[in-house]
């Protein structure tokens, strides 16, 4: 089976790809020559997977998953959210996004946040979901090296280490785009 994964991000292409079984052969958007941006403009993120795979499916031609992924923040009424990605500006700056969280949360105690991933699945113009959700804590500063993205800050609930220091199998074993994944493949896997 070939699926394109509606993405440039080679990090989450290589996070799937380790999930994925072997007959199914992934493609990303680089690899279908698409390079334009992909709108994002739905206002919640099953709302933005929506879209992506539907754009995907209707301009390629092909079978596709596409995930949006959000962190929430209690202290901050669930933001970043949907503008995960954007949180610091539209050149999707992940330095520059930690730097503001963290300074949004200086001097608070609740600091208790989830990562949110769906994944929209249009296989043979059927559409399915996939949702996966982390509960954590947003740590203080940095530790890690691994991983992208706000990993660096995010400690997942019962753990020691941040997501940026762990390997990508001890990330995925608990992660929000890991239990989303876990979810389709199962279903791929039917």
Do not use: W
């Not at 994944?119 to 979901?129: G, R, S, V």
């Not at 390997?167 to 074993?173: F, S």
């Amino acid at each position: 089976m070939e699926l394109v994964f509606a993405t440039h991000n080679k990090n989450k292409m290589a996070e799937i790809k380790a999930l994925l079984p072997k007959n199914i052969k992934l493609l990303s958007l680089d690899d279908i020559g698409c390079t334009e941006d992909i709108p994002e403009t739905a206002d919640t993120i099953d709302g933005n997977a929506i879209l992506k795979a539907e754009y995907v499916r209707r301009r390629y031609g092909y079978d596709c998953f596409a995930d949006d992924t959000g962190l929430e923040v209690e202290a901050l009424a669930g933001a970043p959210g949907v503008f995960s990605a954007r949180f610091a500006g539209d050149e999707k700056n992940d330095e520059a996004n930690v730097q503001k969280l963290l300074k949004h949360l200086e001097g608070k105690s609740d600091r208790r946040a989830q990562f949110k991933t769906v994944i929209a699945l249009n296989l043979k113009d059927n559409e399915n979901l996939f949702t996966g959700i982390c509960k954590g804590e947003i740590l203080e500063e940095r530790r890690g090296a691994k991983g992208f993205g706000y990993d660096p800050v995010f400690r997942p609930e019962g753990k020691e280490q941040s997501f940026a220091e762990m390997d990508m199998g001890e990330k995925a074993a608990v992660s929000h785009r890991g239990k989303a994944f876990r979810e389709l493949i199962a279903y791929l896997s039917q």
